[in-house]
């Protein structure tokens, strides 16, 4: 996984999210953030066609161990739907990732390491 603060400068490859391409109207509370527990679906990611956002999820491979590879999420662009994750209210299953390898962070604590979220 890469630092949150160099995820922005990433390249964006496919599969990657469809969806809005307008900025974010407000700061989210939370965002998702990958874990190292990502293991890229195979290349078929369960939790990028859940996103509302277009190129927020997106796939980076493995340089070490091609053609495996992982999703990331764009900080900047997140908008805390939760529509990834597979966590619900009470611990109730949703759709999304299969391995609960995202998790919501509170913004405060993302913008330690990003900076400041304008947005």
């Not at 956002?53 to 091609?66: N, Q, R, S």
């Not at 495996?68 to 900047?76: K, R």
């Amino acid at each position: 996984m890469y630092p949150l603060d160099e995820i922005s400068s990433l390249p964006k490859l496919e599969p990657k999210s469809e969806g809005i391409e307008t900025p974010r109207k407000k700061k989210p509370r939370a965002i998702a953030v990958i874990t190292e527990c990502c293991t890229g679906c195979a290349g078929s990611p369960a939790c990028v066609p859940y996103c509302p956002v277009a190129d927020c999820m997106f796939w980076v491979p493995d340089e070490d161990h091609p053609p495996f590879g992982h999703i990331e999420v764009d900080p900047f662009l997140c908008i805390g739907c939760k529509k990834c994750t597979s966590q619900g209210p009470d611990g109730s299953f949703l759709d999304g990732c299969p391995w609960d390898a995202i998790e919501m962070e509170p913004i405060d604590e993302v913008e330690v390491v990003v900076g400041e979220m304008s947005i």
